[in-house]
């Protein structure tokens, strides 16, 4: 099951009735977690036991579903502080302070036509809120296959979670073998008969990324004697970056998406959930994952949509392994990839190889196996660049690429 949270506006400011049930719904909620701080329990179940009776009396104008969804909530958040208390971190007893309530989807009705959410309140009292709908929301409307989960309430918006059963991942005819770096995607695009070098580019993520960093920092010395100030900017800042980033990265995820659907070919893609780098002295070196998984995680979300079966496979020694006699070397140094045996090739693009063959060892990459005898080393598929983005439609990704010979 595959689900998709979109965020909507309410179209005007909030009925006072809807604010006073999200000012009950936290304090059911602040109630449920210092109940359950007070008694170390901790599971939704245990929380409703335990003080269900006391919040339908002290609550007696909220819809008892509300109760029962303020409940979960806590639970959810008493689940977190016990792991934060477990890792041993100074912790603080955690309470609700900015207003939210969630309702699970029988506790509400949505006209997907009109775009208006119809919350109850108690018996015989209903507010309506009225949403802003776009484009981009009236393809989660208007697409029957999907249908409604649970909804959060905020102040000045909804968000409603929307799940639809993805399609069954078709039988690749081709593989698309992807190395994540820092500033493209690299790999080979392996066909029954050929298999050629493939590259993604995204250079300028981690130029907003170093932009940002060193913002920061210029703000953080200029406001020393103002942290607020400074917290507040930064955080503007941050935002800012975010949005580049993220940007950026579904451009090249839906450049990479559209060529696999028509190639009908599986993506083969390390998976990064091992690796973890020390607290930190390596900030910088997290900082740069965090583009990587965001990268992997739009695409293997948009792949579940389309269809398009995703290998993730495990990159250790990837990028220091020969593909074609088997030997490993100790160090990773320059930007080729030098065997004795005679082998060389871009190391980036060695490396997708490499989890090329570790996916078709493990019959996962539809048959297919690299040969290299059919690799070209004379050219190279420009997937994606920053400038084609400037070039192209909007939606004039339709999977186009072209051959640069070096
Ligand atoms: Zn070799």
Redesign the pocket.
Known sequence: MSVRSPIFYLDGPLASQARFLLEDFRLATNGAIRAGLQTGVSSRNALNKLAYKDSRKEYPGLYSQHIVSAFEVAAGILKNHRRRLKMGRAVRPPYVKRLMMKAENQAYKFDRKEGVVDLPVRAGLHVKLKLVVSQYHRRYLDDDAYSLGSLTLLPDKVVIAFRKTPPKPFVPKSVLSLDTNERSLDGVFLREDSAVAVRAEFPDVAIFQQRHHDRRKKLQKKKANDRRTARALCKREGQREHNRVEYRLHQVANTVLSFAKGHESAIVLEDLTGIRYKKGKDLNRRLSMWPRRELHRIIEYKAEDKGIPIIKVDPSYSSRR?P??G?TQHSRMGTEFK???G?HLDRHINASINLLQTASSKGLAGGLRFDPGAFRHDAMMILYEPAMAARSEPNGMSGELEVVVP
């Open positions: 020969c074609i006699c030997r065997c004795e045996c082998w």
